[in-house]
């Protein structure tokens, strides 16, 4: 009987551990869901304190200013335009319209897929701290604009919050929020407060300077992890009501570089020289014999997809072989993914050092100033060099995608660096932070030419300048044209220029068209 008793009692708390389980893993909160909507955040709070266009003021007369009208900026862009010097310097038509590259039967299904995908970008990317918030006149509620950010799961004090009147009614304050809960670190006399550890907290006093001190004792900690997102924060009284955000993110973690302090520049500890061949292993061993010349110890990385390698000797040199003909930037994505200095140099296979060819003035601008990248400049022919300085603008297209304009030239000189400027594209010679251009990274897609691309990409995130007085030269463009071409070099004409276009001429712009949702470029 005994024995049947404590079986059944033993059984009955094996049920309860296992019920007071289950409760635990379906207590709420626990499930989050991250997953695309159609719409993020509630219309309401989207356009919270904004008036309608016109509104209670559209009678009153006006004179519109039509210059200034036209540079607004608007959900329209197109790409029609003159026929430019550029256009005509590039050889190319001055408007390209990018959706006629995919096969018009293919047209209208490409469109709707990228639409898709632009959408989860734009969900994956902002979050409410984007949205526009109003502060509304007349508001006796005191409260941050901007700036308050919570790390995941912790909490803060919310500063800033007071009521601003001298009502002797019953005052009452409403907190609420979406992501996270309130409390109060300390509880102040004749207030009462209701929802404490809750989305919705209530403060009310009769004595509005007992309210103020309760207020700042409010605090919100994130319930939900979601990081580099936002909650938006309503606050409300009987009459009044207000929003602000509160940003949710983990701090930005630094990648720092620890270089020992020595007198001047040590370029061998700075900096790495990344390059990619093919075909042109003549070219090559010119660049390093030249490299030699000047610095015998930097590091020298190589990508190389070559078919039959022929293995670079020498110290300091890292030769990494690829499938055959894997590409471009392909290559130039291997050679960066593996430099462990600050900085990296960027040369083609075919450059050629020379006395001028500084790299501690690069160097020097990097340390000195809060560029990225600096481009140089490449000599052609001893009296014409290049820099190829471009400044590129998106402007906005409404659905059918934005615009992506072309300029020649730059923003502005750099203070200090009376040869140097501040642009959006440079040359293929250049300097950058290595962790910055490993964040863009290059679209191995593009397998023969490419070199504006990856200045798309990283239009926003790479601070960009170029120096016209750190050259180097370019060998290619040296040979006089009478001089018969060699074998490996007729190959890689037709494997780069020729068959390249054959593989998908039209792969740019569909990259264009697609992965950054530009519907035309224009060379203005
Ligand atoms: C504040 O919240 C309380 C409790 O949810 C509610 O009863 C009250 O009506 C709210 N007051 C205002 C001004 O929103
Ligand atoms: C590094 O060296 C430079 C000159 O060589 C000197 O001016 C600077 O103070 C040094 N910095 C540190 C942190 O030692
Ligand atoms: C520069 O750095 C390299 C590598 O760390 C080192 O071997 C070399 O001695 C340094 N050169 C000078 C001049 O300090």
Known sequence: MRAVKKKSC????????????????????????????????????????????????????????????RRLTRNDCNCEGEETLLSSF???????????????????????????????????????????????????????????????????????????????????????ATLGTFDVVAEVDEVTIEGAGEMHLSLSSSQVDNLNRQLQFVTYTNTVFNPNTADTVLLKTDRHQAAFTIKIRH???PKLYNVENQSGYNISDLVTIATKTFLRYDKLRQLISSIRKYYPSVTIIIADDNSDTQKIEG????????????????????????????????????????????????????EKTTLDLVGGSVREITTYSATFLHKLSVEQGGKEGDCLIIHRGYYHQVEGFPNCF???????????RTEKVQ??????????????????????????????????DHASKITMPWRKKSESEQMYHRLRYVQGSEVDGNLQNKLFYFKNRFKCIRYG
């Open 251 to 253: 701090p930005v973690i």
């Open 315 to 366: 110290a300091f040199i890292d030769q990494y072989f690829m499938p055959f003909q894997k590409g471009w930037f392909a290559g130039r994505n291997l050679a960066v993914s593996q430099v462990k200095t600050k900085y990296l140099l960027w040369v083609d296979d075919d450059f050629i050092f020379a006395s001028d060819t500084k790299l501690e003035k690069m160097v020097d601008v990097l």
């Open 90 to 176: 590039v050889g190319q038509d001055a408007v390209t319209q990018l959706e006629l590259v995919f096969d018009a039967a293919k047209r209208h299904e490409v469109t709707q897929r990228r639409e898709k995908e632009y959408q989860h970008f734009l969900q994956r990317t902002r979050s409410s701290a984007d949205t526009l918030l109003i502060a509304k006149a007349n508001s006796p509620l005191e409260y941050p604009i901007q700036g308050v950010e919570v790390r995941p799961m912790k909490t803060i004090l919310i500063p800033g919050l007071k009521l601003q009147t001298k009502s002797h009614h019953l005052l009452e304050v409403n907190l609420t």
């Open 439 to 472: 964040q863009v990274g290059f679209d191995p897609h593009i397998t023969r030419q490419g070199h504006l691309e990856f200045f798309v990409d990283g239009l926003g995130l790479l601070h960009i300048g170029s120096c016209s007085d750190v050259m180097i």
């Open 10 to 69: 033993c059984l009955g708390l094996m049920c309860l551990l296992l019920v007071i389980f289950i409760l635990y893993c379906k207590q709420p909160g626990y499930i989050v869901d991250i997953s695309y909507k159609s719409e993020r955040i509630p219309r309401n709070l989207l356009e919270y304190g904004l008036e309608k266009p016109g509104g209670q003021f559209s009678h009153i007369p006006h004179k519109v200013k039509n210059t200034v009208l």
């Open 422 to 432: 501040v642009t959006d594209a440079t040359i293929n010679f250049f300097m950058a």
